[in-house]
């Protein structure tokens, strides 16, 4: 991974609870990149892939 100032620990945590939290949609969108660039998902569970599908869905529109 590129230097990231955002720590994979946290980037987990807010992928996980998307819709929560006092992040930006900026820090949400280097979570869900930082995540994506993980090497396994095995963390990951799919409620938490779809909630962050449906927010990139309301991103994007």
Request: glycine residues 6%; hydrophobic residues 45%.
């Amino acid at each position: 991974m590129r230097g990231h100032k955002m720590s994979t620990g946290t980037a987990c945590w807010i992928f996980g609870n998307i819709n929560q939290g006092p992040y930006t949609d900026e820090e949400k969108l280097e979570a869900i990149r930082i995540v994506a660039e993980m090497e396994t998902h095995n963390a990951i569970k799919k409620a938490e892939m779809v909630a962050v599908m449906r927010w990139l869905l309301e991103y994007v529109n």
